[in-house]
């Protein structure tokens, strides 16, 4: 999030020197190499680095030289579900030290309700002067994938400040969006959010700016997690998920976004936030029991996919599975907290042989999991060649898009289970596949026998009608 609203001030127009105290990752960028996988980004970097881009790991020379200072540091999670703050109170510390006249201080992470306090406070007993500074949050709703598109083309921009100063200085760093201005220009970044142009800007206190982040993520995480149930409920009864969401994703006041079921939530965000968002209410007094809820749904939604496996297969040791997918949704090379890698943890605990194909996280995920039983195939069809069945884990769009007598040719079995509902089951069935999805019925080829090269597959649907 850092390097995209470091890329993104720069390109509409900003003077930007990006920190970090990793000198490796500085030089990295300094050598015009781009470290993490995120559409537009190689474009800005191209276009702005050593101009109104820079990097380094001098902080006390980069806050002087600047009026704004944006605090994007990682807030993980400790053992007991709250946010660590330890980096974002480290860098106030630093910044405080070398304040010289009025600046900003702004909260970029996701961080809880009275961090701008603590961070105000920090300041303040590490020297910096009362007048000389203003702390204010402006939280980034920015999806990994799609960051750059998400921060030039937002629903809207957020901007917590307790003084007129300072939400006068954050409006005018986004005059550019806000005026329309950048939207002008030639070359900009296309709009691939279809957000309204300009957004609107939201000025709020820096605590509401603090619960308005917390509280979209655990709201659209309590969305999925809702259709999930819902989705458990339309296997029960026989129902399709894809139609029901449709039903009460066109209600205006509900909206069909973050409407897809699947193997469960995942990514750097939304599972620490929660956790965090839970914790801060219950510090509050406060004990938020749906984000429980939210988090348990979303735990059990791994294992009744597990189940699905199983129940696809049988038996699970010794069988060799196409595994579609390890990065925590398409788009990213990112892993952090995917569903998609629990899964195969799992899958390899059981005594399955995997192979695996992603399109960006591979190497990733061989650094995370275990080097047995495992290999990465370089396209979804050489994984496929010779396996008992074939498993989707990320909804990258090129798993929808399979050519589907290819993927039945080099499987030994035609069995795909579909965790994140790619495909059209009837499609699925008249291809020759056995095929189980989320909430939707199981689907197979009523033609074809379970046999293949005399042998009888080992694998039954048993609910496959
Ligand atoms: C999220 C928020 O969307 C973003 O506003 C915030 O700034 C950071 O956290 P991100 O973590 O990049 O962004 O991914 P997102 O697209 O929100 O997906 C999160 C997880 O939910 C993924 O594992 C995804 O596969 C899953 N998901 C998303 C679903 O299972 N169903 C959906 O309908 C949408």
Redesign the pocket.
């Known amino acids: ?1 850092g390097l995209v609203a470091a890329a993104c001030f720069a390109e509409i127009g900003h003077q930007v020197i990006s920190i970090d105290n990793d000198q490796e990752k500085i030089a990295m960028l300094n050598r015009g190499e781009v470290p993490i996988h995120e559409e537009f980004l190689p474009e800005l970097l191209a276009r702005h680095s050593g101009k109104d881009l820079t990097f380094s790991t001098d902080l006390p020379q980069a806050v002087r030289q600047s009026q704004a200072v944006f605090i994007a540091v990682g807030t993980p999670s400790t053992e007991h579900g709250d946010a660590d703050l330890s980096y974002v109170e480290q860098v106030s510390r630093e910044v405080a030290s070398v304040i010289d006249d009025y600046k900003i201080v702004v909260e970029k992470s ?1 961080v809880p309700v009275f961090t701008s306090n603590w961070v105000r406070r920090v300041m303040l007993l590490d020297g910096a002067g009362a007048d000389s500074f203003d702390v204010a949050s402006n ?9 750059v598109g ?1 921060f030039l083309y937002p629903d809207r921009i957020v901007v917590g400040a307790d003084t007129e100063r300072c939400a006068s200085l954050l409006r005018q760093i986004y005059e550019p969006l806000t005026s329309g201005a950048y939207y002008k220009g030639k070359n900009i970044i296309p709009n691939t959010t279809g957000a309204p142009i300009p957004p609107p800007i939201i000025v709020t206190s820096t605590k509401s700016a603090e619960l308005i ?1 917390h509280a ?2 655990a709201f ?2 309590t ?2 997690s809702f ?2 149930a819902v989705a458990n409920i339309c296997e029960a009864v026989g129902a399709d998920i894809k139609e029901v969401c449709e039903g009460i994703g066109t209600d205006s006041r509900i909206g069909r ?14 599972p620490k ?1 929660l956790k965090a968002f839970s914790s801060v209410a219950r510090e509050t007094g406060y004990e938020f029991r749906l984000l429980q809820e939210v988090m348990s749904i979303n735990a059990e939604q791994r294992a009744r996919f597990l189940r699905k496996v199983r129940s696809a297969l049988w038996t699970l040791k010794g069988k060799k599975l196409a595994v579609l997918g390890l990065a ?3 788009g ?1 090379d ?1 892993i952090r ?3 998609a890698l629990e899964i195969v943890k799992s899958l390899l605990k059981e005594g399955c042989e995997i192979r695996a194909y992603d399109p960006a996280a591979a190497e990733r995920a061989a650094e995370v999991l275990p080097s047995q039983g495992i290999s990465y195939s370089k396209s979804a069809y050489e994984a496929a060649t010779g396996a008992d069945a074939l498993l989707i884990l ?2 990258w769009p090129e798993f929808a898009k399979l050519d589907l007598p290819k993927l039945k040719a080099a499987l030994t079995y035609p069995i795909v289970v579909d965790g ?1 509902n790619l495909h059209d089951p009837a499609d699925m069935a008249a291809n020759g596949f056995i095929y189980s999805s989320v909430g939707r019925a199981d689907v197979q080829a009523l033609t074809r026998p379970l046999q293949k090269n005399g042998k009888l597959a080992a694998a039954t649907t048993g609910k496959a009608e």
């Open positions: 999030m996701t939280p980034e709703f920015l999806r990994e994938g799609t960051a998400d982040k979209s993520n659209l995480a969305k999925i259709i999930n976004r973050f409407l897809n079921p699947g193997i469960g939530y995942g990514g750097s965000c939304f936030d925590f949704k398409g990213t990112d907290e995917s569903p990320t909804d994140r």
